[in-house]
């Protein structure tokens, strides 16, 4: 059901992948953490700590898209994906 067709009872207009939120989830969280510490060793925290808070919000957004791929009919999931992803700027 993951060709883009159109799922009834699915927020999402379609059966979303449930591989590539997985996948985001976790290069989102490494690159956060890795942003986190190298802002933490260069003591440059001024600059950068919007970065790993993005990427804090990207990782949080595309976790719960993982959940809401396996239940797409949850609208409360469907809003708190769309806006922690559309949060990060």
Known sequence: ???????DGSYYFYAPN???????????????????????HYRFFKATALF???CLLF???FAVR?????????????IASVCLIYAAP
């Open 52 to 54: 790993s808070f993005c």
């Open 59 to 61: 990782a949080a957004g």
């Open 18 to 40: 449930k591989a590539a939120p997985i996948f985001f989830a976790v290069a989102f969280a490494a690159s956060g953490a890795l942003h986190f510490w190298q802002s933490y």
């Open 66 to 78: 993982t959940y809401g791929a396996w239940h797409y009919d949850d609208l409360d999931i469907f």
């Open 1 to 7: 059901m993951e060709d883009g067709t159109y799922v």
